[in-house]
């Protein structure tokens, strides 16, 4: 599935959208919200995965990632003293989700540990129209002829078509809200490309959607009536990925009629560069210790994400 988004569009019938959904930008518009006062905080965070929490000069990426995420979600779960309903959120680690369906003549599965779900007691409710729902039937998926779109996918014989949300009936906090990504290996030729992590978003966030959809209104292909959307945010510790994700249809085998929409806001960096020395050049420093090129609006998409649905 890696080989990127126009791919990923291709196998899961979905149309994408530039930038983030009107629901989501609204939430970084209105003043009300308070998104600004965390700045300092956020460089805080920076600063503590990058410079506090090491013994070392530099602590790794496989280090600092996830301790940077760590103090985000801490950050965005501070807004629950003024939104009582975000504290009905749980995060699950390591639980495995499985989702089937048929795509044209292919059987195709998606399945296994996909990054760290915070689920949630209430669905976020469709971010497009009707309207916007119905004008997808005139989309035309790109098509990769003469190569098949499967040509990089795994190959195996599948004994049983598994749909399963990784979670017990009953689990009250039963819906997907947002999928996080931590690409965090150290050496390069190990992390997903940007293109790949974003492909890889795409997958999973259509996979825990699907499933959802099989739990909540059977197998039989369907247009839905109330459309399921899954958040995904992807990073490697710097540089951000932001994905709202919403079917609208499990029908899923002609490329004809409804399809799903993606929202994709991709590469935003939450800053250039943290300085573990001082970088010397001709005996005069350039560029002091500490964080450089701090762009505070990443924070601010990544916590609107976060209240996604709830405020």
């Not at 979905?14 to 460089?43: C, F």
């Not at 009582?84 to 399945?111: D, F, G, H």
């Not at 078509?161 to 931590?182: I, K, M, Q, V, W």
């Not at 009629?257 to 350039?286: H, M």
Request: a positive charge; proline letters at 6%; aromatic letters at 10%.
């Amino acid at each position: 599935v890696f080989a990127g988004v126009r791919k990923a569009q291709w196998l899961t019938k979905t149309k994408m959208v530039e930038g983030l959904p009107p629901s989501v930008q609204s939430i970084l518009d209105n003043p009300a919200h308070g998104l600004q006062e965390h700045e300092e905080r956020v460089k805080d965070a920076i600063s503590h995965a990058r410079f506090w929490d090491t013994t070392e000069v530099a602590p790794k990426r496989e280090h600092f990632c996830p301790v940077l995420f760590e103090d985000l979600i801490h950050l965005c779960r501070l807004m629950s003293r003024k939104y009582p309903a975000l504290s009905k959120r749980m995060l699950a680690r390591n639980y495995r989700i499985a989702a089937t369906w048929e795509r044209e003549s292919i059987l195709l599965q998606v399945r296994g540990l996909n990054g760290i779900l915070m689920n949630s007691m209430a669905p976020i409710p469709p971010v497009a129209s009707k309207e916007e729902i119905l004008a997808t039937k005139e989309h035309v998926l790109e098509t990769f002829h003469p190569i098949l779109p499967t040509i990089d996918l795994q190959e195996v014989h599948v004994y049983k078509e598994l749909n399963d949300t990784g979670f017990r009936d009953g689990y009250p906090y039963s819906h997907p809200h947002t999928l996080f990504f931590l690409e965090s290996a150290n050496i390069c030729p190990d992390r997903f490309r940007p293109e790949q992590l974003r492909a890889k978003m795409l997958m999973f966030a259509f996979g825990n959607a699907l499933a959802k959809a099989k739990a909540l209104y059977g197998n039989d292909p369907k247009v839905l009536e109330q459309p399921i959307v899954v958040q995904s945010i992807g990073t490697d510790g710097r540089l951000f990925q932001f994905m709202v994700f919403q079917l609208n249809t499990t029908d899923l085998v002609s490329s004809d009629g409804i399809k799903n929409l993606v929202w994709i806001d991709s590469d935003q960096k939450l800053y250039e560069t943290a300085q573990c020395l001082p970088k010397i050049k001709k005996r005069v420093v350039v560029k002091p210790v500490g964080i450089h090129g701090f762009q505070p609006d990443t924070f601010k998409k990544f916590l609107a994400l976060y209240l996604h649905g709830t405020v």
